[in-house]
């Protein structure tokens, strides 16, 4: 920078009073060019920093009646899909006519037009034989008419129609003093613009050369002016530059975390002001994270120069939560998370964020505006009817609260309307998002300002999809907090944006081969053979990489103080090593003075997972976790983390071969679990199965009261769970055959298939209106479903009423105001309650009892009659029937499991409820409520067991090696119920 500033020097000086105009690309490269001028203590009279851009508006502004009214890039794009859209519709299209149009691709096609536009190209004068498909051309004229004609009929004008009316009315100024920034990135337009304006003989800042590289070509007015070389300005010409530079530095680390904590650490080290310090990334995604969670963690000021994504602000969030709960149709599961993140602000009177979980969950409202609806009403009644005024008040108020809201929010139907949509959410941002930080403040404006843009023109309908395609990409892409570099501040942005640097550290991080200097990829809009064809200094992609080199080797030798370079030699996401770019070769090379190194030396370099410094809690322990010499934890920190300490002890319970209450040995209260002992409680099929299956699973449910949490979630391929399905399947059968009974009837399939289908039809209906499908496709696939398994169910009965009579459709026992049945063990009595799906008599007057199944038939067998304990349903009901209602032991000849399912395909499972049967049979039940007397709910030593467990998430039979589970399942009660098939 010294060069540049005793050449600007020099001009002041020479023309003190003069107005002097420095034209840079942005004010940003003015700011920093006039910080260095003026920290060198020179005096900046009557120097102004201007963008072509700028003196172009003001040339218009200046010569015309009626004011701007600039097209913004956000209000273009979408201006851009409109018209795409429209000659879609129409047919308009050629070469474009199969493309899918989205907001990515009306991004690429406004770019575009942009690009041709600054190339001084309209509708008619496109040089059509410039592309290599003359439907690409038409339809590129076509758009490119079109965008025109939108432009002039909503008084715009773009950066394009702005430079051409400058260029009309510009004129020689020679009463300026004009100076180039060196190195100007100028459209064809803006050249034309400044040829007309710039008087002979005007001035140019000189840049520090760049040697051993190809220099990208460049036009007089964009070219640049040779400073003085600085030693970095030899990085590709090193027998020039003498000894090793020793103000240059080459660090790896192992993650782009890691990196920018070595980053922090070296300023630390140095005792430099943040101020003096600027970080150079070439890649945004991989490095404002880090430095951005960095920041908020060690209350460290950082600037960005780029700015910061806005999902890193709570409203940004909010808005990523408001439009997946819309997009999953409402789903109270996603408006928990909303809820559960802290990003949703509910105002001061509403009920606790616990209490409103609690109620949605236990409603079972699934998802769609109109179940939160009428569930509330639902429940609200009932809560008016029963007195109980308090919780009836917390209903209202989440009733009216989503009444509310969902006046503002739009219908989950196919087509939305845009402009609807988007008020919904600005109604929702405004009073109902939250803000904590000066960061939150920003991007809750930006986003208003952002949505205020497009609602003049957002009165349309559009498919879902696209609506919620177009939000994503007008809100969610956006960067916000962009900064300059500020006193007290360190200052991370693109090394693109560092040429003008002038810190004292400067910091260079992410230098691998995979990050720079980027692919060179051709753009299929406007191919680089078109873009040489068409001219007018459209720049051509393949140039991309050299360009970037360039740029970053200007950037390096305009860094006169103390350079530091590195790279993330491992990719996590990937799995793999990352190789560093050349350049940071060319760098090691330098600071080693070995001008042979290669790759192999760099990469010799130590890469470290761990700083010296501790920036969070984290930092301690990794160093811990990867010290060479392993330390004992001590009784300090242990009594300090008393959770790790607990830990600690069940991890060595849990490896010893002892069986111990880590593993399911408790000491229990036998009086109150025990049924034998306690004739309060009462077991059911279920859970003496769940018991025989896995003791340990069954102490989690019974013992502990641990309950996984039931909701119905959103999926747009499904709609009935399995259980729902079969509760629905269970109601059709029953129905239908209390129809029967009551008309005196057997099935027949000819004469009762239209009876069945009607009672089937019916009672989905219903269901459909408690529970919406998330689409008709999802509903006709599943109604076809239900509606086959009765159709085979019916065929079935017909064959199975030849020889028995139901007398009993969903017999209970135990349950509402029935009394338990009972059943008899040698050691006691034991209560049951249950539910029979039927029960049928045979002609010769036995009973046959029905449980119907409605998956598939997998764990089911011909010669399995308890499966080891995990089949006792079939022998329990029979007991239960014939103790219930008294029809004398042996009463119930069969049990069978039966599945009228597309699935099952019909098949029954029997069970002969013979002597031997039902000795064996009461033998497991003994022996299973002694294993709850003894409190032994060891894990179950079938790891197939586990396959459909509601407890994997809290259970750790997969830390268990097999020969240590084995030693701790020592219960012979457990072994004696296997030994039964």
């Given amino acids: 920078m010294q060069s540049l500033v005793k050449e600007l020097n020099q001009i002041c000086t020479q023309n003190l009073i003069n ?38 508006r003001s040339l218009v502004e200046l010569n015309s009646d009626q004011p701007l009214t600039i097209l913004d890039g956000t209000v273009g794009v979408h201006f851009t899909y409109a018209i795409l859209m429209k000659l879609k519709e129409q047919g308009n299209f050629l070469y474009f006519l199969g493309m899918e149009i989205t907001p990515s691709f009306s991004h690429a096609i406004y770019s575009t037009l942009q690009s041709l536009r600054l190339s001084g190209y309209h509708a008619e004068t496109i040089k059509k034989n410039a592309f290599l498909s003359q439907e690409k051309a038409e339809d590129i004229a076509t758009i490119l008419s079109e965008y025109e004609k939108m432009l002039e009929q909503n008084h715009f004008s773009d950066k394009a129609s702005i430079l051409t009316k400058a260029i009309q009315i510009a004129k020689w100024d020679d009463k300026r003093i004009f100076v180039l920034q060196s190195n100007l990135q100028l459209t064809y337009l803006e050249e034309q613009l400044l040829s007309k304006i710039l008087p002979e003989g005007s001035f140019k800042l000189p840049l520090a050369p760049v040697f051993g590289v190809n220099i990208p070509e460049r036009s007089s007015l964009s070219s640049i002016y040779w400073g003085e070389p600085a030693p970095l300005s030899y990085l590709y010409q090193q027998e020039e530059a003498g000894a090793g530079y020793t103000n240059v530095e080459v660090f790896t680390s192992k993650t782009e975390e890691m990196e920018a904590k070595h980053v922090l650490e070296k300023i630390k080290s140095s005792k430099a002001p943040l101020d003096e310090c600027v970080v150079f990334y070439t890649n945004a995604d991989s490095y404002i994270t880090p430095f951005f969670h960095l920041a908020q963690k060690l209350d460290l000021p950082i600037t960005f120069g780029e700015g910061l994504p806005v999902s890193f602000s709570r409203p940004g969030r909010f808005i990523s939560g408001l439009m997946s709960w819309i997009h999953s149709n409402y789903s109270v599961q996603t408006f928990i998370d909303l809820l559960n993140e802290g990003l949703i602000d509910l105002g001061n009177d509403s009920p606790s964020k616990s209490r409103i979980v609690k109620v949605l969950r236990d409603l079972q409202i699934g998802w ?155 753009d299929p809009l406007l191919l680089d053979t078109e873009r040489l064809a068409l001219g007018n200094k459209l720049p051509l992609l393949r140039e991309k990489g050299q360009e970037n080199l360039y740029t970053l080797l200007q950037v390096l030798a305009h860094s006169a103080g103390m350079v530091t370079v590195s790279y993330c030699d491992f990719s996590i996401n990937d799995n793999r090593v990352v190789n560093p770019a050349h350049v940071l070769l060319q760098c090691y090379r330098m600071m080693t003075g070995n001008k042979d190194a290669e790759f192999k030396n760099l990469k010799s370099q130590p890469s470290r997972l761990i700083t010296s410094e501790i920036f969070e809690d984290k930092d301690y322990w990794t160093e811990k976790l990867i010290h060479d010499i392993p330390s004992k934890i001590n009784d300090g920190i242990l009594n300090h983390f008393q959770n790790l300490k607990q830990g600690l002890s069940a991890e060595r319970a849990r490896y010893s071969e002892s069986y111990s209450e880590y593993d399911g040995l408790i000491q229990i209260e036998a009086e109150h679990y025990d049924p034998r002992l306690n004739q309060e409680k009462t077991m059911s099929a279920g859970k003496l199965e769940t018991l025989a299956r896995c003791p340990y699973s069954y102490f989690l449910k019974e013992v502990l009261r641990i309950k996984p949490i039931e909701e119905l979630s959103y999926d747009a391929n499904k709609w009935l769970n399995p259980a729902t399905r ?63 398994c009765c159709d085979i169910f019916l065929k079935e009965e017909e064959v199975h009423s030849e020889q028995y009579n139901p007398q009993h459709f969903e017999y209970s026992f135990g349950i509402g105001e029935s009394d338990p049945a009972i059943i008899t063990l040698p050691s006691g009595q034991v209560k049951i309650s249950g539910i029979i799906d039927r029960v049928d008599q045979s002609l010769d007057g036995r009973f046959h009892i029905i449980d119907y199944k409605t998956g598939s038939t997998y764990g089911y067998g011909k010669n399995q009659a308890f499966k080891g304990g995990r089949q006792l349903q079939h022998m329990i009901y029979a007991l239960a029937i014939e103790q219930h209602l008294n029809l004398g032991e042996g009463a119930v000849e069969e049990s069978s499991y039966y599945f009228p399912t597309m699935k099952g395909m019909a098949q029954r499972f029997t069970r002969k409820q013979d002597a031997t049967l039902r000795t064996n049979g009461l033998d497991i039940l003994q022996k299973l409520i002694d294993v709850i007397n003894q409190g032994q709910f060891e894990m179950t030593d079938d790891e197939n067991d586990c396959k459909f467990c509601e407890y994997k998430l809290v259970c750790r039979r997969h830390f268990y090696d097999k020969d240590t589970l084995e030693r701790k399942q020592s219960n012979q009660k457990l072994k004696g119920v296997r030994a039964y098939d």
Wanted: hydrophobic share 35%; aromatic share 10%; charged share 25%.
């Fill in 726 to 788: 079969g509760s629905l399947l269970h109601s059709i059968f029953e129905t239908f055959y209390k129809e029967m009974k009551q008309l005196n009837a057997k099935p027949s399939y000819a004469i009762h298939y239209e009876k069945i289908m009607g009672i089937a039809v019916n009672l989905i209906e219903k269901e459909k209106e408690i529970l919406p499908p998330p689409n008709e496709r999802v509903y006709q696939r599943e109604l076809n479903d239900l509606l086959a």
């Fill in 368 to 522: 769609s505006q109109e179940r939160y609806l009428t569930q509330l009403e639902k429940v609200k009644e009932r809560l008016i009817d029963s007195g109980e005024e308090i919780r009836a008040n917390e209903i209202t108020w989440l009733q009216q609260w989503f009444a509310k809201v969902f006046r503002k929010l739009p219908n989950f139907h196919h087509t939305i309307n845009y402009k609807k949509c988007l008020t919904g959410i600005s109604y929702m941002l405004k009073n109902h998002s939250k803000s904590s930080s000066a960061l939150d403040e920003i991007s809750m404006t930006t986003l208003f300002e952002e949505i205020e843009k497009v609602i003049p023109y957002a009165n349309e309908e559009l498919s879902r999809h696209d609506v919620f395609e177009k939000i994503n990409d007008l809100l969610l892409s956006i960067k916000v907090n962009q900064s300059r570099p500020k006193p007290g501040h360190l200052h991370v942005t693109s090394y693109k944006r560092g040429v003008f640097n002038h810190a004292a550290h400067v910091f260079f991080v992410g230098i691998d081969n995979r990050k720079f200097p980027g692919n060179s990829g051709e």
């Fill in 19 to 56: 107005e002097k105009i420095v034209i840079v690309d942005s004010f940003a490269i003015g700011e920093q060019i006039n910080e260095a001028f003026i920290k060198e203590g020179h005096k900046a009279i009557n120097l102004k920093y201007k963008s072509v851009d700028h003196l172009a």
